[in-house]
Each structure stands twice: as structure tokens, then as C-alpha cells.
């Protein structure tokens, strides 16, 4: 298995800019570190190689939300989970969705409910039984993310909460070269991404599939004064950005375009 570097043990100029922008936008965490080198079952150099990219530092984004929104304690559903670095920080009874098998063989090593498989399928998850859908990474990725959101809405509690967090599409040409040449790369440009947001668009997608919008933006610190301040500089400069919004059920769509085989999701 190949990890991959660690951010701070390559030198290259990019993967230094993504290390320094995890420190200055990111809390440093160590609680993970010792778990991951007794559990995760790889070879020290690769365990420490996963800490260091995934868990080392826990993005403001994340902190955010457990602050505000009490995540730490809530039962949430993490679609797209990954290695599960978001997941490791949120309440008793959350479970993660992935369709990786090795990554799915990697959070049941460290005790974490997984369950393996594609979240378009609609895997055996029950509905209505969480407060919070967390699905960072994934929407650009779908075939159809209106159908998924939809999914999402179904597993939640009344009022219960979703967290998006995706690459968007830079303002400009201009702002677009500045992250290219800083990060290395635009995030949405990815070529496994089948899907292009900007922000108001993603909450437009977000609203039609029966959320009430709450709040959207790079969240860098916990004081919402500077956050408002901020973040419509930084959704021009970053390329990134988290919607948060709540399940509604007094919004009604007409179902006059939807295809037979979606109709109960819709």
C-alpha cells in the first residue's frame, strides 16, 4: 500500500502550501496519533504516513461545526467518509458510508461503524434516524446529485441538519491562476469530478431537494462577526466552501419530469 507523503516531509512548494494553509486554517490534533499506530494494521512508516495527511490537523470547517452545532454529540451520517477523519470526531452511534473496501476495512480496525458501498445504490442505512448528514467531497463526484440529497433528506431526523463541503468554481480566470499556481491545481477541475458548482449554485441544488438554507462560506474561526467578514473573500480565494442547511418538510416540488425508477426518492 502506498500512502503517500506526508505533507511537512515534502519539500516541494506546493505540498508545502497545503502543510502551512493546515496550520494556519486547521487545529493540530494528537489524540488520533497513538490510535492509529496500534489499530490501523499498516506498517508504522505507513500509519504514521495516514496520521499525518488525514488526522493530524482538524480543518476549522470541522471545528465549526462541532462547536456551533454540537456534532461531537449528535448522531450523524457521514456519506463519502473516507478514512474517516471527520468521522472519528462526531457522536455515539454515527456511522460512515464508503464505497472503498480498504478504507472500509481501515475504520472497522479502529472500532468505527462502516458500511461499505455506493450511497447512490441506496444502501441499507435507516431512515429518519439521524441529526446530521455529513458529505464533504462527494457531490461533484455523482452521477445525479439531486438524487442523493434526496437519499440524505430521507435519513435524517425532522429538522435534522446537512453539511456539504465541495470545490467550487474560482470567480474569475484571474483568481483561478492564483490557485493554481499557489495550490497546484483547481480543486473542481479534478478530472474525477463529473460535476461543476458554484456556491449559489450548490445552495440552489441544496434548497430544490427540500433543505432550508442556514449558512454557507469558509469558516476560519469560531467568531461569526469574522467569519461574515471574511468569507466572501475567501469563497473568491479558496475554491472550497460548506454549506450548512436544515431538512424542510413543508416544501413540495412537482414531480412532472421524474423518471419511474427515482420516484420514491424525489
Known amino acids: 500500500m502506498t500512502v503517500g507523503v506526508a505533507p511537512d516531509q515534502d519539500p516541494g512548494l506546493k505540498r ?17 496519533r497513538e490510535r492509529i499506530l496500534e489499530r490501523a494494521g499498516y506498517s508504522e512508516e505507513e500509519n504514521l504516513d495516514i496520521y499525518e495527511k488525514y488526522f493530524k490537523f482538524m480543518p476549522n470547517r470541522l471545528s465549526y461545526s462541532l462547536s456551533k452545532y454540537g456534532l461531537g ?28 473496501a480498504e478504507r472500509a476495512e481501515f475504520l472497522r480496525r479502529l472500532g468505527i461503524e462502516i458500511v461499505e458501498g455506493n ?4 444502501i441499507s442505512v435507516p431512515d429518519g434516524t439521524f441529526d446530521a448528514v455529513w458529505c464533504t467531497d462527494v457531490l461533484e463526484h455523482v452521477l445525479s446529485p439531486h438524487l442523493l440529497l434526496r437519499r440524505a433528506h430521507r435519513k435524517l431526523k425532522e429538522h435534522g441538519l446537512l453539511f456539504i463541503g465541495i470545490p467550487t468554481v474560482p470567480s474569475s480566470r484571474i483568481v483561478e491562476k492564483i490557485i493554481e499556481l499557489t495550490v497546484g491545481w483547481a480543486g473542481y477541475k479534478t478530472m474525477e469530478h463529473i460535476n461543476g458548482f ?6 440552489f441544488t441544496i434548497e430544490r ?6 449558512e454557507s462560506g469558509v469558516f476560519i474561526t469560531h467568531n461569526r462577526f469574522a467569519n461574515r467578514a471574511l468569507s466572501p473573500v475567501l469563497n473568491n480565494l479558496t475554491g472550497q466552501t460548506l454549506i450548512i442547511a436544515r431538512k424542510s418538510t413543508t416544501r413540495e416540488r412537482p414531480l412532472t419530469y421524474a423518471p419511474a425508477w427515482a420516484a420514491e426518492d424525489m
Open 209 to 214: 431537494a427540500q433543505f432550508d438554507l442556514l
Open 73 to 100: 454529540q449528535a448522531r450523524v451520517l457521514d456519506i463519502g467518509c473516507g478514512r474517516g477523519e471527520f468521522l472519528v470526531h462526531f457522536g455515539a452511534g454515527s456511522v460512515g458510508v464508503d464505497s472503498d
Open 198 to 203: 458554484t456556491r449559489r449554485t450548490a445552495e
Open 16 to 32: 508545502n502550501f497545503i502543510y502551512w494553509k493546515k496550520r494556519l486554517f486547521a487545529n493540530e490534533q494528537l489524540n488520533m
Open 119 to 122: 450511497f447512490e445504490d441506496d
